[in-house]
């Protein structure tokens, strides 16, 4: 009957090439998303308002609480223009959500990828300098450190960079030429020492072995990313399969949209020119 219809698009008024189940379909998976960035968002912000003022504007750029703000604010304005444009079926909003995911796909595979060594070493020297004015992200390096066995970002060393444990003779720290205790080589003691990562820095390599992890993380994490390939690709599938579903159907209530346009411009043009 469908396909009746489509030989002759002028012969039923109310005959329209949008499907309501793609129409429909493609704002429940926008909707779904949209609750979730705000969910993002909402978490964002109040770990923003929970932080002490005068670390409000501290290390925005490794804070990760901002870190959801962005990816929150970011799903929010896209999936809503999705919800919007399939609802009112607006091809330039639909036209931005297609865009927007081909984008972030693009710049996360093919450019991040490329230099995604690079980056993350930048992100966690950051982070070093910044260790103390953010709970939050001091918390993150610690768990990081611990997990991975590492220290630092290529070395244990790199914790010079940070103000309090600078090795520098003017440096006035008790933890100059300290490393934080996430570093140290745990033992199945039940009381942790806090202060086991202290003068770490001023010892050579294999003496600080002793004590502190001294591989950078960096390294760690590239041989887990090695280590659990299959895991991951399998996380990045599953990410990846959302996005590629959206844009899929957003293209095509964009073509079914583009149909619909033209049979409504063919009707008029017969409908006020009965000759043609």
């Known amino acids: 009957m469908a396909g009746k219809r489509r030989g002759a698009p002028g012969s039923d008024a109310e005959f329209t090439y949008v499907s309501p189940v793609v129409k429909y379909l493609?704002?429940?998976f926008n909707f779904i998303f949209w609750i979730i960035s705000l969910v993002l968002v909402s978490i964002g912000v109040y770990a923003r308002i929970m932080k002490h003022a005068e670390t409000a504007l501290a290390c925005l750029s490794v804070d990760p609480a901002v870190m959801l703000l962005v990816v929150g604010v970011l799903m929010f304005i896209i999936t809503f223009c999705g919800c919007v444009g399939s609802l009112r079926e607006n091809i330039c909003?639909?036209?931005t959500i297609y865009f927007s995911i081909f984008f972030l796909i693009h710049?996360?595979?093919f450019q991040f990828s490329f230099k995604a060594r690079?980056?993350?070493t930048k992100m966690i020297n950051n982070a070093i300098i910044h260790y103390r004015d953010d709970i939050d992200l001091q918390n993150l390096i610690d768990f990081g450190q611990k997990e991975f066995d590492c220290c630092g970002a290529m070395t244990f060393v790199d914790w010079s960079q940070n103000m309090y444990f600078n090795c520098s003779e003017d440096n006035p720290s008790r933890e100059r030429c300290s490393v934080p205790?996430?570093?140290?080589?745990?033992?199945?003691e039940t009381v942790i020492n806090t202060m086991c990562g202290q003068g770490m820095q001023k010892l050579e390599y294999n003496d600080a072995g002793?004590?502190?992890h001294t591989n950078g993380c960096i390294d760690k994490i590239v041989d887990w990313i090695h280590s659990n390939l299959f895991l991951l690709g399998g996380i990045a599938l599953g990410l990846a399969i959302p996005q590629l579903a959206g844009m899929f159907l957003s293209q095509i209530l964009?073509?079914?949209i583009k149909d619909q346009i033209e049979l409504q411009n063919y009707n008029q043009k017969h409908s006020s020119d009965p000759w043609s």
């Open 254 to 256: 964009i073509n079914q």
């Open 26 to 28: 493609l704002f429940i």
């Open 210 to 212: 002793i004590h502190i």
């Open 181 to 188: 205790f996430s570093c140290c080589i745990t033992t199945n």
């Open 107 to 109: 710049k996360v595979l």
């Open 118 to 120: 690079g980056k993350v």
């Open 93 to 95: 909003l639909l036209q």
